[in-house]
């Protein structure tokens, strides 16, 4: 079976600093690896996903994450995180194909203090 | 195109009682799926609908059921209310079943249940 584990529940960082979000799974088998966002009081929005071919991942917002198989680790990164990336960032993990449920890591709440 | 629309935003019942959450997903999509979060738990998947069948069920208790429209509208019900339920529901749409192959899920902004 797979799991995720995201290794920081919190995360503070100052505005213009880089900053980056660890999570690691758990898979005997491929698997698709995404990241979602959620805002204070707002649902969830995709920020990225790995699926395939080339391990760095480009998302919206200017993250970006590196898929690492041999780690098993799919990392969220910013080069320069601003206020309105303060957020809930989650890691999620499902097998290839349709028809798969996510199995969600427990979250990182990311701080960006000015 | 109009986002997923969950309805009431707020809600505040006394253990015992049922409850009812709507959710409109965008049009065009067919799959509605439940999650529960929670502070300490996280995201908990409850149940997924696509064309009015349920597809993927989590572990929750029978009091926890769900149906979908023809209209691919969704309705979550809990009956016999506890103190744990209190929690933000959220539900999340998608053009085909599952939540995890090529199409990302669009979620709404959740209803946040409050259990007294």
């Known amino acids: 079976a797979q799991s995720v584990t995201q290794l920081d529940s919190q995360v503070p960082v100052f505005e213009e600093a880089p900053v980056e979000l660890r999570c690691n799974y758990s898979?005997?088998?491929?698997?698709?690896l995404f990241w979602y966002v959620q805002y204070p009081n707002q649902g969830l929005q995709l920020l990225l996903k790995?699926?395939?071919?080339s391990t760095l991942v480009k998302g919206i917002n200017g993250f970006e994450a590196e898929f690492n198989k041999s780690q098993t680790s799919f990392h969220l990164r910013k080069p320069s995180v601003h206020i309105s990336d303060t957020a809930e960032y989650f890691c999620?993990?499902?097998?290839?194909?349709?028809?798969?449920?996510?199995?969600w890591g427990l979250g990182t709440s990311l701080a960006v203090n000015p | 195109k109009a986002g997923v629309t969950q309805t009431p935003r707020y809600l505040i019942k006394t253990r015992g009682q049922q409850v009812t959450l709507s959710c409109s997903p965008i049009?065009?999509?067919?799959?509605v799926s439940w999650y529960q979060q929670t502070p300490g738990q996280g995201l908990q998947f409850l149940f997924e609908?696509?064309?009015?069948?349920?597809?993927n069920k989590g572990n929750f208790p029978g009091r926890f059921s769900g149906r979908q429209f023809s209209n691919s509208r969704s309705e979550m019900n809990v009956s016999t209310l506890e103190l744990g339920d209190s929690a933000l529901y959220l539900c999340?749409?998608?053009?085909?079943?599952?939540?995890?192959?090529?199409?990302?899920?669009?979620f709404g902004n959740g209803t946040r249940l409050t259990v007294t």
């Open positions: 790995y699926l395939s071919g």
């Open positions: 049009s065009g999509h067919r799959s």
């Open positions: 999340a749409s998608s053009p085909i079943s599952g939540q995890g192959g090529n199409s990302p899920l669009h």
């Open positions: 609908y696509f064309s009015e069948t349920q597809r």
């Open positions: 999620a993990v499902s097998l290839p194909g349709n028809n798969r449920k996510l199995i």
């Open positions: 898979s005997s088998v491929s698997v698709y």
